[in-house]
């Protein structure tokens, strides 16, 4: 069946072919790989993209069901030539390793940040708590989001 | 795959009534699992996030697609309460209060508070109109329910009766993103008589009855009440040793939090 | 002769600094190609039929009905390896495919290639199989009683008749840990067209990959070549092959690209876990807190197939007693075979079990004795020039045990529970607990873990430096799975050559030797020390050519003159070297492990304080204080990232992961039962190095992958022991073990 949703800006089309995900038809269909599929299950977060305002798990949304949905990815938060304000926070505290979580914590700390731009320490932690990172303790994630709060724009 | 995305409750019916047995489909946070898992593959869905009557919250009545991320901030206190501690915060952003209804799992989040505030899960379909059903006939066993094949989940209406003194408490084994192993609800009365109901502990939401005929009889309780009340809550659970935790866990701790919440009732 | 310029350009990125990872801004914005991500034209994808038993014979496989499933290309079963028909990291004793027989849940029997995932799933659905259920053998207990084992180990040093003025005894158990990476299991093979293959498939170490995968296929060396491949984590889970030969068959066999990519519920089956253990001990002490002797009795559950339970249960077997002196040992150490999931490696694999038995070992001499517990760890404390409580090994590296306590008991305790945010409480927002009903405790773990591979391996690591007038290019299959190896080779290099230019050219097995294994917390050490080293050479060939006496970006210079430029340099031809670096030797141990097994250590040691709601049994970890063994700290930010990751996997170990496994069956084989440390369970983690470099490796440094690790976990039981004064002897430690019930 075709789905036509917006995806960063952009009108898209896609043919879905049953009940499967949003996240598996932007990786796979429509060659946005960035959301990563490490669970399936809504536990880690790797896939979270904004959908029609409120960031969910990619892996939990029925591709069927974004029928006229506007749809956020990794992809469209910044670039390699124009980070957003949170992708250069992580790479400038090393909050990096392996990165299979990173955009996953783009996403949901972008989101978090456009809501609430100087969140407190426990509020960083509550809102990314959906998200599972196996590297690095959250310590440096922690740091660079703690850092990004404090700047006064 | 067939998929309706009704934009009203009387297209939403009439997609029912047309494929009974359908999917229905609200956050997702359940059924996604499970056709991601391969445990379902369903032929025909009926998506219901687009219909505006579903989630409206109009006092006591709590439509079906509310999400958890607003009902975090319901006035109902032990509703928000426990709203926060689903799944997180993009379970939350999804998920809805008649998906967990529907998927009636024993370690639904919500169940314990419907049961404590004598909920009634109002259903509805195309044929038959308007049913409500108090929550103990709704849950009828583990994943079971009293939905017929050709009906939606409407709202959760609360009887207005209903006290503002109540408290939720949930245990789960890690701090954040964690199915309950024990969840309860507790609701004092101005008169001193409680409400009491517990998750995951059952088949089903449970009431602890007996216990709060002991409270309706101390509405002042001593210590050696209040001992005696978390014994009779473990003692009317029936938990499960399953990988999530043990039967003599779950029996213990149903006490324990339900005192826990007696205690910050009467506290008040 | 060129004259200018005449001054030379600073460089940055150099060693002690914490340059930006050359992949951190692929990684931010999802640019970056991992496994899963791979994509070539025309390929198919794989799926894999696994055994539903942990154990059973298989009386009946019949494969044709799953190729006549629309867009099934190929099935390939045992049947069909052509060459050798096991593989193995330290023995071939696995299958390709199961043989006849399925000897643990999920074991792959028959693999599927078709024209998408859905239907290759459907393929396999349509495989007719049989089997004759068998009685799985699933304790470890059994298994070692009915000699089904992979390796033996006794240590027996010193008097057996000593005899300590305290005696404790003990038992404690450990529960099976899965490395849970972000990033599943994924690879692509593509044929190429002469017979052989190219594989792209998650690997710690495409060498071993390669010498394993080759024989199967029966191929020459060259005919095969894997290639390294953006991994999302490892922690030991990609040591061992999984879908590779797999992946191999089917490119040869259908001609064409096919990729497989696990989904989690697969990925918990088809990687190695960590051993489960039982550990019997006694302790005994004289008056003063000195350790007389120890004795213990170890098992370690190794499941179906050896993996790497050889190096593991050594592991366990040398470290036994810790970071401490004792002049009498015996350890009797036994990793079992059983029908149960396969354990190999994983982060501190060996010593991570052990160091919850003397841990806690060590608690219990010292309240006995009424000494204060960091101080009877001092007391005892290995070091430098000391010989290893279990080998005799005498320690020639660094090894500042006592420093690391010393430094650990300096750093201020956090301030007493004064928050009724239910984000500061046990518990959480499920606001199941009120400070009233929290009581604090504080615990230490203090351990040892070798560095590098031991017992006489041949371990080595290969690395080339070309230099061009562009820049620097450093060759290596050195597996990067993210724990920043990338940057360390840049910032040794730029060091040595001063020059800032320096890509590291992640290599097949086809243009460059074997970097050995990342694990062991080795890559440092041995691939940093190859291209340091390299780096090294290449400078003095360089300036022995040019009779110069300094080399930069600018070139080549002399008595402060720039004599010769990087183009004229480059020019000559002598721009390219390549080395084989390796450690000191070292030696199979004897028949009761005496002997000079290791060739570095490293020490750690942490300060865990937890609130405890003792009567629900809910555990927050509220801070972990560490100081690490570091050598010499390369980069500071790398380093506190991986220890602070290394200390929430010990803290998961210690109160939150543990693969179910009922009867050789995985229970929880997904996210929402295996539960990892969110970041609201992530304690504050303080971290301090001591510097006291190692005799070898680049500039003294010191592996750090794993030590975090290893005393984090103990720390944290500690701390909970202390906090409700009950004698918690498994981890992890559940609610219902705290609340007694």
Known sequence: MIVNFNVNGESRVANVAGSESLLQVLREELGLPGSKNACEQGECGSCSVVLDGAVVTSCLVMAADCEGSEIATVEGIGSERELHAVQQALVDHGAVQCGFCTPGFVVTAAHLFEENPHPGTDEIKEALSGNICRCTGYGAILRSLEALAEETT | MEINRPTTLSEALEARAREPGASLLAGGTDLMVEVNFGHRRPDHVIALRRIDELAEVDGNRIGAGVTWARLEKSDHRALAQLARTVGSPQIRAAGTIGGNIGTSSPAGDGLPWLAAVDAEIEVASKDRGVRKLLWSDFFTGVKRNALAPDEVIVAAVIPESIPQNQEFAKIGQRSAMVISTVSACVVRDDDGTVRVALGSVAPTPVRARRAEALIAENPAPTESVLAEFARTVSEEVSPITDHRSTESYRRHASGVLARRLLERCLAK | ?741
């Open chain 3, 1 to 741: 002769m060129t004259t200018s310029p005449t001054t030379r350009t600073r460089i940055r990125g150099g060693v002690g600094e914490s340059p930006q990872r050359p992949d951190a801004i692929p990684k931010v914005t999802g640019n970056f190609a991992y496994a899963s991500d791979l994509h070539a034209d025309g390929m198919l994808w794989a799926a894999t039929l696994r055994s539903p038993y942990a154990r059973a014979r298989i009386t009946k496989l019949d494969t044709a009905p799953a190729l006549t499933v629309g867009g099934v290309v190929a099935v390939i079963t045992q049947q069909d390896v052509p060459g050798r028909r096991g593989f193995g990291m330290h023995v071939p004793d696995q299958p390709v495919l199961a043989d006849g027989e399925c000897n643990y849940w999920g074991e792959p029997i028959a693999v599927v290639a078709a024209s998408d995932l859905e239907t290759a799933k459907r393929g396999v659905a349509a495989i007719v199989i049989e089997y004759e259920v068998l009685e799985p053998l699933t304790d470890m207990e059994e298994a070692d009683a009915a000699d089904s084992q992979t390796r033996r180990m006794k240590v027996r040093r010193g008097d057996s008749e000593a005899t300590g003025a305290v005696v404790v005894e003990g038992y404690y158990e450990v529960g099976q840990q899965d490395q849970a990476p972000l990033g599943n299991e994924a690879g692509l093979a593509i044929p190429d067209g002469e017979g052989g293959v190219d594989l792209y498939a998650v690997s710690q170490w495409v060498h071993s990959d390669h010498w394993q995968i080759y024989p199967c296929l029966d191929l020459e060396p060259e005919q095969v070549r894997c290639h390294p491949v953006g991994m999302g984590g490892a922690f030991g889970s990609r040591e061992d092959v999984s879908m590779h030969i797999h992946l191999c068959m089917l490119a040869l066999r259908t001609g064409r690209p096919v990729k497989m990519s696990f989904d989690r519920a697969e990925s918990f089956v088809a990687h190695v876990h960590r051993h489960p253990a039982r550990m019997w001990y006694r302790h005994e002490a004289d008056t003063d807190g000195k350790l007389v002797k120890v004795q213990a009795r170890l098992i370690l559950d190794g499941g179906a197939y050896e993996s790497s339970s050889n190096a593991v249960i050594g592991n366990a077997g040398y470290f036994a007693v810790g970071p401490y002196l004792c002049d009498n040992v015996f350890v009797d150490a036994v990793a079992v075979k059983t029908n149960n999931p396969p354990a190999g490696a994983m982060r501190g694999f060996g010593g991570v079990q052990t160091a919850f038995g003397h841990e806690a070992q060590m608690d219990r001499l010292a309240d006995e004795l009424g000494i204060d517990r960091l101080e009877m760890r001092r007391r005892n404390a290995l070091g430098h020039g000391d010989p290893m409580s279990s080998s005799g090994q005498i320690i020639e590296g660094s090894l500042p045990t006592a420093q690391l306590i010393d430094e650990l008991a300096t750093m201020p305790l956090p301030e007493p529970l004064a928050s009724d945010d239910p984000r500061h409480l046990p518990g959480g927002t499920g606001l199941t607990t009120e400070r009233g009903q929290v009581r604090r405790g504080v615990g230490y773990g203090v351990t040892i873990k070798n560095l590098a591979f031991s017992e006489g391996f041949d371990d080595y690591s290969d690395a080339r430096i070309a230099i061009s007038s562009v820049g620097v290019e450093v060759y290596t299959a050195a597996a990067e799975v993210g724990q920043g190896m990338v940057t360390i080779i840049q910032q040794l290099v730029r060091d040595v050559l001063q020059m800032e230019q320096v890509a590291v050219v992640w290599s097949d097995t086809s243009v460059i030797g074997s970097a050995g294994s990342t694990s062991a917390s080795r890559q440092t050490q041995m691939t940093g020390g190859a291209t340091y080293q390299c780096a090294v050479e290449l400078r003095q060939q360089i300036l022995d050519e040019f009779a110069g006496d300094d080399l930069s970006t600018e070139g080549v210079w002399r008595d402060g003159d720039l004599i010769a430029t990087l183009a004229e340099v480059c020019s000559g031809g002598m721009c390219e070297h390549e080395i084989r670096y390796r450690h000191p030797e070292t030696f199979p141990t004897d028949e009761n492990s005496q002997g000079n097994a290791h060739p570095a250590f490293a020490a750690a040691a942490h300060r865990a304080v937890v609130d405890v709601d003792p009567e629900l049994g809910l555990v927050r970890v509220v801070q972990l204080d560490t100081v690490q063994d570091v050598g010499k700290i390369l980069n500071p930010v790398a380093a506190v990232g991986q220890i602070e990751g290394g200390t929430l996997q010990g803290v998961g170990m210690a109160v939150l992961e543990e693969l179910v496994v009922d009867k050789g069956v995985i229970k929880n084989p997904n996210f929402t039962d295996y539960l990892l440390p969110t970041f609201l369970d992530a304690p504050h983690v303080e971290v301090r190095f001591v510097e006291e470099p190692e005799r070898w490796g680049p500039l003294g440094a010191k592996g750090i992958g794993e030590p975090p690790t290893i005393s984090a976990g103990p720390a944290v039981a500690a701390a909970i022991r202390d906090a409700t004064g009950r004698d918690l002897h498994r981890v992890p430690i559940l609610p219902q073990h705290i609340a007694g019930v």
